[in-house]
């Protein structure tokens, strides 16, 4: 007898039955990729059986162990903490921020809370007397705000931040300053007198009304204490600090009110303020020097005249700063206020977001619906709680979606024929990935990885969206198993057909959502890391524990069994009819069966010796396809259908107890192959003051920092110093006849910096504070940064300096006669410092790009100076990012689908085939990133995370079509149309449970879930459908790598007729047409008009026809399906 054949002459997806045969076939290989995937396949065989021996143990346990991992969710932790959320760890930023917080201590700043109004017709000018008027409605509403906690009343004067309260020595003057000092609220308001109202604090003196900023003139007080009580060094602060008449000399925004002072300018006029005019430039608070508030800090959507001079605008802002938790601690601690209640920062922190959730509301709600304006507000309170609202799962919709989902997956798999509906597979199949979702995320809670706003509002439905799709896959390949399949091989055969595929999805998802963790945002490493341990879990549990569940159902339909309702008997049955090959004559089989599929098997039984036996149908057989098939006789095969949705028709002397509709003809492995396909495979379709965005106090000049500030009072004092020399008030022996800034230069003139003579008179003359240059003498800085600091508390609050270590305290008196007031401390070293800067025209991501260089770049040049500097703040800590992200991005991507590559090319063991998937994938993703584009979304850290998994996601559209076109025989458009019918169906359902996933999304109360994640991954998900079923098929029908098997003959035209088989046995015999490698085989042919029944099912049998069975057949083990069992493979 001939040998065997090579091993490129085999059928596609041959698996070596058992362990003799591999060493034979290894032995006789020209293609290692075929023993190699032979070898995997048989491994997939070897569990799935193992599995169905034992498949209630199996699921037993599977259950067991993902409901013990589920319930780590207990442990979980939502993380809503921005700076955790956002901040790599160990990062450029991080790092700063832990050393800021190590010399500042944590919440070291204030916190803002802003007030925005908009006008309701959108371009409407809101510089008017009346749009300022409801802005003052609004704030004065907001500034009232008061919440009672802890038995007390907390009102805006307690807890907000005042800018550098002084320190007076007479005690009347520091308390009625104590309670008087305003509030730091940068508001467009301050240019007018009602600004006043927002202040809240009010003194009481004897013989006066209630003093309020409403109604006080700080230079007509003094005067009238003057003679009462010595107040010249507050006289002098308040001058230096400019702050005049402070409110009631400016004009009233409503000059008829009665409240309104004489002493503003239009009070006599009566006339309305031109608001434009007065906010050009920016307005003051109390003090005209320290507290100026450009008007980018009031305005938005300004417009300027030719000449610069503003018009008009069309937002109105305002913000309020309170203190931060620990500053409000530190400032009741030991108050009498709060030593009942146990005062600690936890509850400073309470109060302020009482007050701050209060304050949005009360605002909101200041104006009447009928308003020409609207308000909108914000607060630090308010970001907190729209976090943890955005962190919270949705019951609704997560129960809402896996029902629809459960419901998708029992309609789509029931079916007429009972016996081989499916409807419980797709809900066990369904539930069982809930499960595993739900283990997954347990698992990642375990291991400490925290949960946060995309974890909880997006990863439930995406990743039940991915995990139903190899549901669909296995529970199509388990409808497709060969006649004659023992029973005991059935889910081995469907793990050994459809494993590859679920491994490579499975996988490459895995390594997509693993390169993705590249993004450097903890917030999105997170939600990959869940996402692909969750994939991780999905894939454990189709591969290990939806078998068993299949296993179940096969017993069920074994034990004729209703589906779902599994306590039932089944009145329905599977129905062949056996056609011997003299029944067939020399006549045709009738066109209208081609049409319903029938398909033709041609059962061979060969010896053990034998390796490959080729079967050949009666020349005198034809079968006539439908003249709609363009493709003609190539498609007519024994492929069969991938999934049969609906029963076949049946002939008429079939005598069936369950009938199908007549609308239960169609499926969408028919739709694939009659119409889809042939129409796809048509011959036409294959063919800083340096940066832009810095906001410098004047327009023209450098942002001011503490060094400025503290060379400006050095000069101004030291001016002073000089004056009452020249003038004879200060002598070489006296200084208490001059004025207190010139007695404070006096005593810094003198020192030396040196511990054992610290004073040299002698510099009095000699020496300046400041020299001609501008620089402050080394051995006088940390001397005078002790006296600036105690002397001029409104100018080092103004600076926002932060001093660390802090600089001694030291109290400057004028009068001492003891001569140790001379000796003043030096302030140590500083380990840190601040300036602030304002930024301004930030609207995009290249924007803050752009600012954060230009700042990096002026700190490093800062940095080769001797003077270690770092930028600091909102666009600094969220931004900051965005410096690597497209280097980030294209790293994660080229290492993606360089890693897809790798693993297509290991699993499938076709580098072309590879190549093919990579380039279809990496189409998928560019044109997502266009549409993109199109729809508005720029490029992000979030869009950079979807455009990573895309890739993992489309290889779920891709692997399927190509594996089956890679083990398909035939022409290149045979190939890809085959590959097509079987994969057509799974395909689709797969997409369309993903889907259903993402549908649950579009529910979502946040635009930002329904913008960033619903739209862009339903896109990827339309795309990924349209690149698998259409582009990839058309590029491997032109550019397809060859077949691995190629079937030598399909018939013999010598062969008039089949010769007669011997009684009891077949007839072998070696004809000269042949090749001498192959003998001829005759026997029986069964052409099946519907799938033949499981075994073991129920069979109605015909009184006149004999009943199907395996044993009916002697060669059915030896069936021509690619992964049949026996002795050997034969093809048919």
Excluded at 337 to 354: M, N, P, R
């Amino acid at each position: 007898m001939a040998g065997p054949p090579p091993l490129g002459e085999l059928p596609p997806g041959y698996a070596s039955p058992d362990g003799s045969a591999a060493p034979q076939i290894l032995a006789g290989s020209l293609k290692a990729p075929l023993w190699l995937r032979a070898s995997f396949q048989g491994l997939l065989f070897s569990l799935g059986c193992a599995v169905q021996r034992h498949c209630g143990k199996v699921l037993f346990l599977g259950l067991l162990a993902f409901g013990a991992l589920a319930l780590g969710l207990r442990v979980a932790v939502i993380e809503t903490d921005l700076e955790q959320l956002w901040v790599e760890a160990g990062s450029r930023v991080s790092q700063e921020l832990q050393y800021t917080k190590e010399k500042l201590g944590e919440e070291a700043a204030y916190t803002s809370q802003m007030l925005i109004q908009t006008p309701r017709q959108e371009g409407e000018n809101v510089l008017t007397p009346e749009a300022l008027g409801l802005h003052l409605q609004a704030a004065l509403t907001a500034s009232k705000v008061q919440v009672s906690l802890y038995g007390k009343s907390w009102d805006l004067n307690k807890i907000c931040y005042k800018s550098g309260v002084p320190l007076i020595e007479n005690g009347m003057i520091e308390r009625m300053v104590e309670k008087l000092f305003p509030c730091v609220i940068l508001t467009p308001l301050d240019c007018f007198w009602e600004g006043a109202k927002l202040q809240g604090g009010s003194a009481y003196l004897p013989g006066r009304p209630d003093i309020q900023w409403t109604n006080l003139d700080p230079e007509h007080l003094l005067e009238e204490l003057g003679p009462f009580a010595s107040l010249e060094g507050f006289r002098e602060l308040l001058d230096k600090a400019q702050v005049g008449q402070a409110y009631v000399g400016r004009p009233c925004l409503h000059p008829d009110d009665l409240h309104c002072p004489p002493s503003a300018p239009n009070h006599h006029s009566r006339q309305a303020p031109n608001v434009a005019q007065e906010l050009s430039g920016g307005c003051h608070g109390f003090s005209h020097k320290f507290m100026h508030w450009q008007e980018e800090l009031l305005l938005g959507g300004m417009a300027r005249d030719p000449q610069g001079q503003l018009l008009r605008a069309e937002a109105l802002q305002s913000t309020f700063l309170l203190m931060s938790p620990r500053q409000l601690y530190e400032h009741f601690r030991g108050d009498y206020q709060t030593h009942d209640i146990g005062w600690s920062e936890e509850q400073a922190g309470t109060v302020l977001q009482a007050w701050q959730r209060r304050f949005v509301q009360l605002a909101q709600e200041a104006l009447p619906g009928n308003a020409s304006q609207q308000i909108h507000a914000f607060s630090a309170a308010t970001l907190d709680d729209i976090l943890h609202a955005f962190s919270e799962v949705s019951a609704t919709r997560v129960v809402g979606g896996y029902l629809l989902m459960l419901a998708y997956a029992c309609v789509t798999m029931l079916r007429w024929d009972c016996a081989q509906s499916q409807g419980a597979v797709g809900l066990a199949g369904v539930l069982l990935v809930a499960l595993a979702v739900a283990s997954g995320l347990g698992l990642c809670a375990l291991l400490g990885i925290a949960f946060n706003a995309a974890t909880t509002q997006v990863l439930p439905f995406l990743a039940l969206g991915i995990g139903v799709d190899d549901i669909f896959l296995l529970a199509h390949a388990f409808t497709e198993a060969p006649p004659g399949t023992p029973l005991q091989e059935r889910t081995g055969e469907c793990l050994q057909r459809t494993g590859t595929s679920v491994a490579l999805t499975s996988i490459n998802n895995m390594v997509a959502f693993f390169m993705a963790a590249l993004v450097p945002i903890p917030a999105l490493r997170a939600f990959s890391l869940q996402a692909a341990i969750v994939v991780g879990c999905n894939f454990a549990a189709v591969m290990l524990v939806f078998p068993a569940v299949l296993s179940l159902d096969l017993h069920r339909r074994h034990c004729q069994r209703l589906d779902v309702l599994c306590c039932f008997a089944s009145p329905c049955s599977a129905r062949v009819i056996q056609i011997l090959p003299q029944e067939l004559g020399d006549g045709t089989v009738p066109v209208g069966i081609a049409r319903l599929t029938a398909t033709v098997q041609a059962f061979a039984h060969c010896e053990a010796s034998s390796q490959h036996v080729v079967t050949i149908l009666p020349p005198q057989t034809h079968l006539v396809p439908p003249p709609s098939d363009p493709l003609g006789s190539e498609l007519f095969s024994p492929g069969g259908s991938t999934r049969d949705l609906l029963g076949q028709e049946e002939g008429t002397r079939q005598k069936a107890a369950c009938k199908s509709l007549s609308c239960a003809h169609w499926n969408l492995a028919h739709f694939a192959r009659s119409q889809f396909a042939p129409l796809l495979l048509q011959p036409h379709a294959k063919r800083f003051s340096s940066l832009k965005a810095v906001l410098p106090p004047p327009a023209t000049q450098a942002p001011r920092t503490w060094l400025h500030y503290y060379r400006n009072w050095l000069q101004e004092i030291q001016a002073a110093f000089d004056q009452d020399w020249a003038s004879g008030r200060i002598t070489r022996h006296s200084y208490r006849n001059g004025s207190e800034d010139g007695a404070l230069a006096y005593k810094l003139l003198i020192q030396t910096g040196d511990a054992q003579e610290p004073l040299d008179f002698s510099q009095l003359t000699t020496r300046k504070l400041v020299d001609q240059e501008g620089l402050i003498p080394p051995e006088l800085f940390y001397v005078g940064l002790t006296v600036w600091v105690s002397s001029d508390p409104l100018g080092l609050a103004a600076a926002q300096a932060n001093f660390y270590p802090p600089p001694p305290e030291w109290l400057h008196d004028k009068y001492d006669t003891t001569g140790e007031n001379l000796r003043i401390p030096a302030a140590q070293p500083l380990e840190f410092a601040q300036f602030p800067f304002l930024l301004r025209g930030l609207q995009k991501t290249a924007d803050f790009v752009e600012a954060i260089e230009g700042a990096r770049a002026a700190c490093a040049e800062a940095g080769r100076a001797g003077v270690r500097a770092y930028p600091s703040g909102s666009p600094f800590l969220f931004w900051e990012q965005y410096l690597g992200l497209r280097r980030c991005f294209l790293l994660a991507i080229c290492l993606l689908l360089a890693g897809t590559f790798f693993v297509c090319a290991l699993l499938l063991l076709s580098p072309w085939t590879a190549a093919l998937i990579v380039l279809v994938l990496a189409m998928m993703t560019v044109e997502l990133f266009g549409i993109m584009g199109f729809l508005g979304i720029k490029l992000s850290a979030i869009p950079v995370v979807i455009l990573v998994a895309s890739v993992g996601i489309g290889v779920e559209f891709t692997v399927h079509v190509a594996l089956g076109f890679l083990t398909a025989q035939g022409s290149q458009n045979l190939r890809a149309a085959r590959a097509l019918e079987h994969t057509f169906a799974p395909v689709t359902d797969g997409a369309v449970s993903t889907l259903l996933g993402l549908l649950m999304l579009a529910g979502s109360n946040f635009d930002f879930i329904v913008r960033y994640f619903f739209v862009v991954l339903t896109v990827l998900a339309l795309l990924g459908l349209l690149h698998g079923l259409v582009l990839l098929p058309v590029l491997l029908s032109i550019l397809g790598p060859p077949p691995e098997v190629v079937q030598m003959y399909k018939e013999s035209p010598e062969v008039t007729s089949p010769p007669a088989p011997r009684a009891g046995g077949l007839r072998w015999e070696l004809p000269p047409t042949l090749p001498e490698s192959f003998a001829r085989v005759t026997t029986s042919m069964t052409v099946a008009l519907r799938p033949p029944p499981l075994p073991g099912a129920y069979i109605h049998a015909a009184s006149e026809e004999p009943a199907w069975s395996p044993a009916a057949t002697p060669a059915a083990s030896g069936s021509s399906n690619l992964s049949s069992r026996g002795p050997c493979a034969a093809t048919g």
